[in-house]
């Protein structure tokens, strides 16, 4: 199953460390971090949910639940958080899907065979209160996620969906951003902009962050 931004993330029901998951009643209103992992025991994942455990204020504060997913079992997933909880000196506080009969992977076309044939590589989805996937990544096994990336991800996003405004390159929470060309009348750009912005170019238009 091809997923593409805009697209409802599937719903689905499955068991995770913190019991069953119904995916849509347990995100209710929340922005949800769902990820996965090539499997258990494993040293990159350990470090990765290691570090989503330490974000947790950083998630809260941006109204986001993470929730992982690795095709390992129940069992496997206990004995694996007692690893991460000692080696990363945290605690794992959010649900890890144990997706053994690979549900949750197939409809989110997880498994790519001819990088990993029997496990997922580490895809994440960005989906937003109403369902929605506002962002795909896709990393290889080998390589480990960027938290930080992810985190920017999520301003940029929360950011534009409340204001007429993009965000460019390289940009972090307090840069300039660029206001939408589809926006041109004067009179709202001073009512939505009252810090005024410089045009770089006609369609290049940068103002300081709204929110701020």
Known sequence: MTLRLGDVAP???????????????????????LFSHPADFTPV???ELGYTAKLADEFKKRNVKPLAVSVDPLD????????????????????????????????????HPNSLANATVRTVFI??????????????????????????????L????????????????GDEVVIVPSLQ?????????????RAVRPYLRLTPQPNK
């Not at 209160?129 to 940029?156: C, H, M, Q, W």
């Open 45 to 47: 994942c350990t470090t």
């Open 11 to 33: 719903d689905f029901t499955q068991d995770s460390s913190e019991g069953p998951i119904h995916f849509h009643e347990w995100a209710g209103d929340k922005w949800i971090v």
């Open 76 to 111: 496997s997933h206990a004995k694996w958080i007692e690893d991460i909880n000692e080696t990363q000196h945290t605690r794992v506080n959010f649900p890890i899907i144990a997706d053994a009969d690979k549900k949750v992977a197939t409809l989110y076309d997880m498994i």
């Open 127 to 156: 989906i937003d209160p109403s369902k929605k996937i506002r962002l795909t990544l896709t990393y290889p096994a080998s390589t480990g996620r960027n938290f930080n990336e992810i985190l920017r991800v999520i301003d940029s």
């Open 158 to 173: 929360q950011l534009t969906d409340n204001y007429k405004v993009a965000t460019p390159a390289n940009w972090q929470d």
């Open 185 to 197: 009348d004067e009179a709202e750009i001073k009512q939505r902009f009252p810090k005024g912005y």
